[in-house]
């Protein structure tokens, strides 16, 4: 499921709030990679790190795209890696129970993950945040 959110954005923070993204998602732990899309947008594709991960369930992994619209910016973001969640938790479930409680917190992981990467961005864009001092 996509979802999508608008936040005002003068375009001359646009890639400045690409990178502050960047920088928090690599301090939560996840692999960023950034790409220039056909549309003009930017996609960040993000995975939780570590190779462990996949194998139980716990991979988290996450499509953001940033597309700058006048002084609006348009976060889109779909979760990826969905089908391995739910192979490894059925095939979980009839050989191996543990691994079915871990496929099943790296899915709420990955389903919470859109609200914190909105609720980082809504911070950023914040006024309050980015006061001058002229001292």
């Known amino acids: ?3 999508s959110k608008s936040f005002p954005c003068p375009s001359s923070r646009f890639s400045e709030l690409i990178t502050s993204t960047q920088s928090w998602l690599s301090g939560e732990g996840f692999k960023c990679q950034k790409l220039q899309r056909e549309d003009g947008g930017t996609l960040l594709q993000i995975e939780r790190v570590g190779g462990w991960r996949k194998f139980i369930g716990m991979s988290t992994a996450l499509n953001i795209v940033f597309h700058q619209v006048e002084n609006t910016v348009n976060l889109e973001m779909g979760a990826g890696r969905w089908i391995d969640k739910a192979t490894i938790g059925a095939v979980a479930y009839f050989i191996i129970w543990p691994l079915a409680v ?3 917190i790296g899915a ?3 389903i919470k993950m859109p ?3 909105f609720e980082h961005v809504a911070r950023f864009l914040s006024p309050s945040v980015h006061r001058t001092d002229n001292t």
């Open 108 to 110: 709420w992981q990955q």
């Open 1 to 3: 499921m996509t979802q």
């Open 102 to 104: 871990t496929a099943g």
């Open 115 to 117: 609200e914190r990467v």
